[in-house]
């Protein structure tokens, strides 16, 4: 089984396999999740100061900020599932 990699924006990679949601940074439970997690030293800013469009919740308790809208990053995911399954078939 290949490791199957997203870009999240300005060569940030982040494992597929690991994600288990991508929000967007707006609402205030959100917010709180983003602060608790700077202050645990879990978060990760990929957004090279830029405004963060999606956060990005790993299975590991880390907290991913992307530049990048999160359906961006939603169709990044779907094209890696559809070029992994079309290697499996192939």
Do not use: C
Not at 21 to 28: G, H, R
Not at 33 to 40: G, H
Not at 46 to 59: E, L, Q, S
Not at 74 to 82: I, P
Request: net charge positive; hydrophobic share 40%; glycine share 8%.
């Amino acid at each position: 089984m290949a490791i199957k990699l997203i870009n999240i924006g300005f060569g940030n990679i982040v494992s597929a396999s690991r994600i288990i949601a991508i929000v967007s940074p707006e609402s205030a439970p959100v917010k709180r999740v983003i602060t608790e997690s700077r202050e645990r030293g879990m978060l990760v800013d990929a957004t090279y100061g830029r405004r963060t469009r999606a956060v990005i919740i790993a299975d590991s308790g880390h907290i991913i900020l992307s530049a990048v809208q999160p359906e961006t990053v939603k169709h990044r995911l779907q094209a890696s599932d559809a070029g992994a399954e079309s290697e499996e078939t192939g």
